[in-house]
């Protein structure tokens, strides 16, 4: 069963995909300030870009008047992104304002969201977080000094709690008391932490035990002594590196709309050494190899992406070059699932085997 998404969350979304007048898909030109923020692993990323009109005699007056997006990511990432926007461009903040739109800002906008989908949400908060600091670099403005922390910093700078998505000590704490997160589940479907391994979900439980405790409201707790930490949550280092050579992508923004008003929805990716199609080659294969290929890059290259927002994919039928597919789980439903199919499904499979697979939803 898909997710429930909200009536104002799928108009914005099929709004910005359609390339409606008044949506925010694209990129500033000669922006006063850029910012990106995603993760190979989640496979979400997000560009946002925005123009301010200029005080002519304090830069910390500045008012932002167009803000525009590019992201890579499902129907709450695009209605999250678009949401931001709108409301920046309704309120025309200061920048140094603009820091203080939350996430819970873009999740009342949107009428609610799932909670395994309120990480979109984070993802569009910390991207205009990195575009004010790059605005406030451009213009001179030290925003340390005016008594600001980049808080995106605290998934760098604090105790890794898990490991397999990287995720701090510092940003668990925020985020938790942000989004008014209550359990491990919780957490989980909206930052993705201990989705993986699940070795880190016992220590997220006694952080959210403190923090509805009321305890390190700075979030700034001290670390642990290696003795305090069980050995059962000794996880491996961060396999996030390794993601391209899986998937053989990087996903960097799926949308964008042409001059015209067409939309069109060509994902940008980086190539890495992921096998690649030789040209002829899989034409020369029988019926049975080729089922086979297929089944080999949708099981390495395709479901561990779909399975990461809880969908999946079973092939029902493999008929020459044409697949024949039925989405399930999150993905049964979805209303991004086309997107998922042509963006994802298809682009992988032709591109490791042949550019004349189709895919074929039933």
């Not at 123009?51 to 002519?56: L, T």
């Not at 001179?140 to 600001?148: E, I, N, R």
């Amino acid at each position: 069963m898909g997710w429930q998404y909200s009536e104002k969350t799928k108009q914005l979304f099929m709004d910005a995909v359609q390339g409606k007048t008044g949506t925010h898909v694209g990129e500033v030109e000669n922006a006063d300030g850029v910012g990106e923020h995603g993760s190979v692993a989640c496979g979400d990323a997000l560009k946002f870009t925005f123009r301010v009109e200029r005080d002519e005699t304090d830069p910390t007056k500045d008012k932002i008047v167009e803000a525009k997006f590019l992201t890579f990511g499902c129907t709450s990432a695009i209605a999250a992104s678009e949401a931001l926007c709108r409301i920046i461009e309704e309120r025309r903040p200061t920048p140094i304002d603009a820091l203080k739109i939350t996430n819970q800002d873009v999740v009342e906008f949107l009428e609610g969201l799932p909670t395994q989908k309120v990480h979109c949400s984070v993802m569009g908060a910390e991207a205009l977080e990195e575009a004010v600091w790059d605005w406030a670099e451009r213009r001179g403005v030290d925003l340390t000094a005016l008594g600001f922390k980049k808080l995106g910093n605290d998934v760098d700078e604090g105790r890794v709690v898990c490991q397999c998505f990287g995720i701090t000590e510092p940003y668990l704490r925020r985020q938790i008391r942000e989004l008014g997160l209550k359990t491990t589940d919780e957490v989980t479907g909206a930052l993705k932490a201990g989705g993986a391994c699940g070795s880190c979900r016992a220590e997220i439980q006694n952080i959210l035990d403190d923090v509805l405790s009321g305890g390190c409201s700075s979030g700034t707790c001290a670390a642990p002594t290696p003795e305090a930490v069980a050995p059962s949550q000794t996880v491996e280092a961060p396999k996030v590196a390794e993601e391209p050579k899986k998937t053989g992508f990087i996903p960097l923004a799926t949308v964008s709309t042409t001059a015209t008003g067409d939309v069109v929805q060509n994902p940008t990716f980086e190539t890495t050494d992921a096998p690649k199609a030789a040209p002829g080659e899989f034409a020369k294969l029988s019926p049975y190899q080729k089922a086979k290929r297929i089944e080999e890059t949708v099981e390495t290259a395709i479901r561990p992406i779909l399975r990461r927002d809880g969908g999946d994919i079973e092939i029902v039928d493999v008929k020459d070059d044409v697949v024949y597919v039925a989405m399930t789980g999150a993905c049964d439903g979805c209303d991004a699932a086309s997107q998922t199919l042509d963006l994802i499904v298809t682009t992988i499979l032709q591109d490791r085997l042949d550019p004349a697979i189709r895919v074929v939803q039933l």
